[in-house]
């Protein structure tokens, strides 16, 4: 299994997940040129993506996804309540998630098999939801989008070979930073953003034997720094002892490696 972002951050949000020959997206929440364009740059073809899965309504997530299930002809996974949305009910299929459960999806050709679980988080968006993906042995998790650390919602995410983390703010930045006082308590409240400490105890309490890459994601462009949630992430890992583990920033605005799980 495999998981490329295509961009990361308050203006949009789009994960390529493959396994065998199973295309998936996590969120369709940049604008359709842009996906094209990035679909493009990571060899994602016409068609080719067979599932949508969608973390929650906010539009930096949900925005098209409605439009590019019915381009790529990919059943679209999300909540209930979000269904009639207009940037979802474009979708040819639409599929319920089933919160905290299980559920299987196959490729077209029914090669590829891979599980999934939507795992409920903190957020200003019910239901927002995280997602575990297990092929085979391997198991990825996306993460963001989360106000607080929790230790049950790390408990349903364990055992990530790869974790996509969200690592959206640094406080001090955030405090001198344009975005009015009301949109700073919704963003550092415990239903909005994890600041870079908040991420770096979310990481202690995921954190398993397996996992080997910790990719930084939805990392504010105005109230924080690659530089600064990097620096966090490492010194967490190198006090847990836990040097091994990769750690990657994902960008706004570039598509990234095709990491490994
Ligand atoms: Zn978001
Ligand atoms: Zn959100």
Redesign the pocket.
């Known amino acids: 299994m495999h998981l490329q972002s295509l961009g990361s951050g308050s203006e949009g949000n789009a994960t390529i997940v493959r396994a065998d020959d199973l295309t998936l997206l996590i969120d369709a929440g940049l604008g359709v040129r842009v996906l094209s364009e990035r679909f493009e740059v990571a060899h994602v073809a016409p068609r080719q993506v067979d599932h949508l899965l969608v ?2 309504g ?1 539009l ?2 949900s925005r098209n996804a409605g439009s590019i299930a019915k381009r790529q002809r990919a059943t679209l996974h999300c909540s209930e309540k979000i269904m009639r949305h207009r940037s979802i009910c474009r979708a040819p299929e639409l599929v319920a998630l089933r919160m905290g459960q299980e559920s299987e999806i196959e490729s077209q050709q029914g090669r590829g098999i891979l599980r999934y679980k939507p795992v409920l988080l903190p ?3 019910d239901p ?1 939801v995280a997602f575990r993906l297990q092929q085979g042995e391997r198991t990825a998790v996306v993460l ?2 989360i106000g607080r650390p929790d230790r049950e919602v790390a408990k349903q995410l364990g055992g990530a070979h790869l974790l996509v983390l969200e690592f959206n703010y640094d406080p001090e930045m955030m405090r001198r930073g344009p975005y009015p006082p009301v949109l700073q308590q919704r963003i550092t409240g415990g239903r909005g ?1 994890l600041s870079n400490d908040e991420a770096a105890q979310m990481l202690e309490l995921l954190i398993g034997p397996e996992l080997h890459t910790v990719a930084l994601a939805h990392i504010s462009q105005k109230n924080n720094s690659t530089d600064l949630a990097l620096e966090t992430a490492r010194a967490t890992l190198q006090r847990l002892g836990r040097d091994d583990v990769r750690v990657l920033a994902l960008s706004q605005h570039e598509v990234s490696d095709n990491l490994e799980v």
């Open positions: 973390t929650h906010h930096d997530h957020h200003d968006c927002t963001t989008d953003h």
